[in-house]
């Protein structure tokens, strides 16, 4: 389902969002503390991407798990194109999204990173460019 169609209702929404863990100590207390809001049943949870991608696996495992066992909508993975500097890798974080079933992205072209010397825009000027039909 898209998060859209759910905020153009009448009905009262209730969301939540979710920070995947940085490190693999704390994965299985977030992912735990993830499914038992999602137990909730709430119109649609969040999660987030994490700063570069660098929680981007975990971000897909706890939002493929939270639709497919609480039929929960999510996600809104934050997708930050300035971080994720080379198209194809783009274009493989939207495959993997669309393989765990997910239909909704918050992307974001970001800012300029301050340790990169070239063009961060160059494949991607504007988040609404990611916008592409396979």
Known sequence: ????????????????????????????????????????????????????????????DIAGDI???????????????CRVRIKDDIHRSLDAMKTKGIENILALRGDRPKDYDGDPFAHYRYASELIYKK
């Open 67 to 81: 639709q497919k066992r609480y039929d929960v909508c999510t996600n809104l993975p934050h997708l930050n194109l």
């Open 1 to 60: 389902m898209k998060i859209i169609d759910l905020l153009k209702s009448d009905k009262v929404t209730v969301s939540f969002e979710v920070f995947p863990p940085k490190s693999e100590a704390n994965y299985e207390s977030i992912y735990n503390a993830a499914m038992n809001v999602a137990a909730l049943k709430p119109a649609y949870m969040s999660v987030t991407y994490g700063a570069g991608g660098s929680t981007s696996k975990s971000t897909l």
